[in-house]
Nanobody, 125 residues
């Protein structure tokens, strides 16, 4: 079965950096999308960044453009999120997500992904 395991969260001061990792196992699609979502306390879960199967296309939420970078290993089974210039409003539980890339396209909504990791907490003070 599909399993996503995140790591790398923690506490950091504003302006600092963190790197999140997500390892995929038990994958079931020939082409897939992987993404980072986050959910702050009392807020909806939102897409932060999405990596398309082509490897050369990504999506970023406006709030993180220029500060966060999504990347993958060559086999696309490990996903990273490099976060810099962190702000207190980046504080949230960060989730890794996975779904098949039907037609090569990826969605950016919570309902577009069917597989989720357990989440890793990022706290910026």
């Amino acid at each position: 079965h599909v399993q996503l395991v995140e790591s790398g969260g923690g506490s950091v001061e504003a302006g600092g950096s963190l790197r999140l990792s997500c390892t995929l196992s038990g994958y079931r699609y020939a082409k897939w999308c992987m993404a980072w979502f986050r959910q702050a306390s009392g807020q909806e879960r939102e897409a932060v960044a999405v990596a398309y199967p082509s490897g050369d296309r990504v999506y970023y939420a406006d709030s993180v453009k220029g500060r966060f970078t999504i990347s993958q290993d060559d086999d696309k089974k490990t996903l990273y999120l490099e976060m810099s210039s962190l702000k207190p409003e980046d504080t949230a539980l960060y989730y890794c997500a996975y779904e098949g890339a039907f037609g090569g396209s990826c969605g950016t909504g919570r309902r577009d992904f069917g597989y989720w990791g357990q989440g890793t907490q990022v706290t910026v003070s």
